[in-house]
């Protein structure tokens, strides 16, 4: 359940301590694997988004994004 509620950021709700150990793990690692993915497409559509910025305007912007 602790790792659990790493990977939620908040108390996990009561029903889910009806889940065997097992249950629990396969859903931390899909818990993991969706945040893993979730922050590959924002980096993926953030580089994307920059490179609608013109080519004198990216540093400057990156600094102050940074």
């Not at 969706?34 to 922050?39: D, G, K, N, V």
Request: net charge negative; glycine share 4%; proline share 6%.
């Amino acid at each position: 359940m602790d790792a659990l509620e790493e990977q939620l950021r908040a108390t996990p709700p009561s029903g889910l301590s009806r889940l065997s150990e097992t249950e629990l793990r396969d859903l931390v690692e899909v818990l993991a694997a969706a945040r893993h993915a979730q922050a590959t497409e924002l980096q993926a559509a953030g580089e994307k988004a920059y490179a609608q910025i013109p080519w004198l305007l990216r540093g400057p912007i990156r600094k102050i994004v940074s």
